[in-house]
């Protein structure tokens, strides 16, 4: 009877210690991207990369060393972007790099590795990172209509005041394009180009000359950046206005 007692006390032994191995703390680095481009203010998702246009990917590591979490100013990060090492955006602290996404929508994989000064790698990560589709949202607006508020138009519309303006909210082009005029708006009523209205191509207004009768239009906006071919993106809707004859 002692014997048998003494193996199961030995047993729970052997049993019981690889569970305190377990629980040691791995060393990770996670990596967050976005795209440097467009989105309305009130826009809940994140900024997409597109072609040609900046990326941002930051490193967020999860590093222990004797039971002290180490900044990301202690740790060194080496960025490596198609298998090219980047000596620019590597260096102690050195947690975020930016670069500019295949103009042709090529997918970029992007790994940094994580290190101590002095000190072999501790974690790395890998990740790829595919450029999306520029797009475009038609909206109404008004005076008393903030156009991030503005609510999307599809299909075909019934409006009814005698004169409408219409936004077209570029999302994923680059900021500084849009602030400099490189993206141009083409604006089409019933497939004839409509000429430029106003220094901020984004808005368009139509009104009507004859309140009398009823019509119906189709309207299309385009808006690119001429040098890169992939930074397009279109939308077209029918509008009913209740009028028959249109200006713009």
């Known amino acids: ?8 006390f030995i047993f729970g032994l052997v049993a019981t210690a690889p569970s305190a191995a377990h629980s040691a703390t791995a ?12 989105v309305p203010t009130l826009y809940a998702g994140r900024p997409l990369p597109t072609p040609g246009n900046l990326v941002r990917v930051v490193a ?3 590093v222990v060393i004797s039971g002290q979490r180490l900044r ?26 930016e670069y500019r996404a295949d103009s042709g929508g090529a997918p970029s994989i992007v790994s940094v590795e994580v290190s101590i000064p002095a000190g072999e790698p501790l ?11 520029t797009k475009l949202v038609l909206s109404s607006v008004s005076p008393l209509t903030n ?17 409408t303006t219409l936004i077209a909210q ?8 849009l602030t400099n005029r490189q993206i141009i708006f083409d604006w089409r009523v ?50 009913g206005f209740g009028l028959q004859n249109f200006t713009f």
Do not use: C, H
């Not at 060393?27 to 467009?38: F, R, S």
């Not at 570029?170 to 394009?177: E, M, Q, T, V």
């Open 123 to 133: 974690t790395e990560t890998r990740i790829t990172i595919t450029p999306a589709k």
């Open 1 to 8: 009877m002692k014997t048998f007692l003494t193996l199961i």
């Open 147 to 163: 156009p991030n508020r503005a609510r999307a138009l599809t299909d075909i519309i019934s409006l009814s005041p005698a004169e």
């Open 170 to 177: 570029p999302f994923f082009f680059s900021p500084l394009d």
């Open 60 to 62: 967020i590591p999860n």
């Open 27 to 38: 060393n990770t680095v996670d990596l967050l991207w976005e795209g440097k481009t467009y």
């Open 190 to 239: 019933n497939g004839e180009r409509a000429p430029t209205q106003r220094e901020d191509g984004r808005f368009f207004t139509l009104a009507a000359n004859d309140r009398a009768g009823s019509g119906e239009i189709k309207l299309s906006v385009t808006a690119r950046k001429e040098s890169v071919p992939l930074q397009t993106a279109s939308r077209a809707v029918t509008l």
């Open 72 to 97: 990301a100013d202690q740790l060194i990060f080496t960025w490596v972007k198609d298998f090219n090492p980047i000596q620019s955006a590597s260096g102690q602290g050195k947690d975020v790099l």
